[in-house]
């Protein structure tokens, strides 16, 4: 079985889905992280996911090629569906128009929001979305997302189906598993989505000392430990499993073909892919090609919700003003220059430059950064720089300026 969610909005639409998959006939369930089967493929105007019986899957790149249009693709997908017995259902992505349609129960319908596959995980998923903390038991679970050009409402929408649909996947549930595969369209580009999935057992801050660097231990696999990192393009994507040290590369062009496998570290996987296909995963571990910071912000972020669970709210300040402060003293000014910086402000930042460049893998935590140094402040009760981190926090939720500083001119005042 499998789960592939798809939703349509106003400047952005998506796919997600699993990578589990049973042998035809005979439901034996083959390992989704192994051998990962792709149930998104992109060819020429559109992206198509499927769920149910593969013996009727048919060639989609050849049907698309030899279709007129998009119309009559969508009416010969119809008749493989209807000879299939309902068997085999379809999610659509038409990228010009951004559309999202559905073929199942015998008809084709355009919708804004569907699934096709378990109708158990998608009742699952629904309930991993309504929930503030993670459900996967026994374990600290981080998700880190490069998010669309779209608004911030979008964003954060696209953001928490990501979340929660890898949540159902690490439940332990044996109709769907594996990794989570996004597709989106935005407003500027068809790209494989880009995230960080991490499980560990729950932290505990005194395995950390305060004001030293210090890398989190994620274990081995054998404790339970997983971390997905998973990366792509228009015409490609790939994952990389840490505690496996497996690499997994995709062609987005075809179903059901197994990946190519690198065994092999994840700086080693990381630079394969860059060079070979233009994908760019996060580094998670080892030294970053550039802008290494002195912790990485993944680390301090754990660090201070573990420190702000424990009640400890000036230490989870501390711990999360420092982060902020290193993502932005590894950012540079329009001529590559780094950044003269008086205060670990965002706002000072912006007002003082015209343009800021921040790495590409250090954006998402920044934003998560200040919104949690604002938050942690308000619950403490802290009246010495709320004001400033308001200021931050304001710039980065509504992206009046600076969401998108790595890349474009920040608009005037």
Excluded at 96 to 123: K, M, Y
Excluded at 318 to 340: F, P, Q, Y
Excluded at 370 to 391: C, I, N, P
Aim: charged share 25%; with cysteine.
């Amino acid at each position: 079985m499998t789960l592939v969610v798809g939703r349509k909005l106003k400047g952005l639409t998506y796919l997600i889905a699993d990578t589990a998959s049973s042998v035809t006939m005979t439901s034996e369930k083959i390992s989704p992280i192994a051998n990962p089967i792709c149930k998104i493929v992109v060819h020429k105007d559109v992206a198509v996911a499927y769920a149910g019986n593969t013996y009727f899957l048919p060639d989609i790149v050849r049907m698309r090629d030899e279709a007129g249009d998009f119309d009559a693709f969508c009416s010969e997908l119809v008749k493989v569906h209807r000879r299939s017995d309902f068997h085999i259902d379809f999610l659509l992505l038409s990228i010009p128009s951004r559309s999202l349609s559905r073929i199942s129960s015998g008809r084709l319908e355009s919708l804004e929001a569907s699934h096709i596959g378990s109708r158990d995980a998608f009742e699952n998923f629904q309930k991993e979305r309504s929930v503030v903390e993670p459900s996967v038991p026994n374990s600290t679970f981080m998700n880190m997302i490069y998010l669309p050009e779209c608004s911030v409402d979008e964003r954060n929408l696209y953001a928490a189906d990501l979340n929660a649909f890898n949540r159902v996947l690490q439940n332990g549930r044996e109709d769907v598993g594996g990794f989570a595969v996004p597709f989106f369209v935005d407003a500027e580009k068809h790209i494989f989505g880009i995230y960080v999935a991490s499980y560990r057992r729950p932290i505990d801050a005194r395995e950390f000392p305060m004001n030293s660097p210090q890398t989190i231990d994620w274990e081995g696999a054998e404790e339970g430990a997983f971390t997905v990192n998973f990366s792509g393009c228009g015409e490609a994507f790939a994952c990389h499993v840490r505690q496996a040290n497996l690499g997994l590369e995709f062609s987005g062009s075809e179903f059901g073909i197994e990946p190519r496998r690198y065994h092999e570290s994840e700086g080693e996987f990381a630079k394969r892919m860059d060079d070979g296909r233009g994908i760019k995963l996060i580094r998670t571990t080892g030294q970053a090609p550039r802008n290494q910071l002195r912790k990485h912000p993944l680390n301090s972020i754990i660090i201070a919700l573990t420190l702000r669970r424990e009640g400890r709210l000036e230490d989870a300040i501390a711990e999360i003003s420092a982060c902020i402060e290193g993502i932005l003293a590894s950012c540079t000014d329009s001529e590559g220059r780094k950044l003269e910086l008086s205060s670990p402000s965002v706002a000072a930042v912006f007002a003082k430059y015209a343009e800021v460049k921040i790495p590409i893998e250090y954006v998402g935590y920044l934003m998560q950064s200040v919104r949690l140094r604002y938050e942690f402040m308000v619950a403490a009760g802290t009246k010495a720089g709320l004001e400033q981190a308001l200021s931050d926090h304001n710039i980065m939720r509504t992206g009046e300026r600076g969401m998108a500083t790595w890349s474009k001119q920040p608009p005037e005042k």
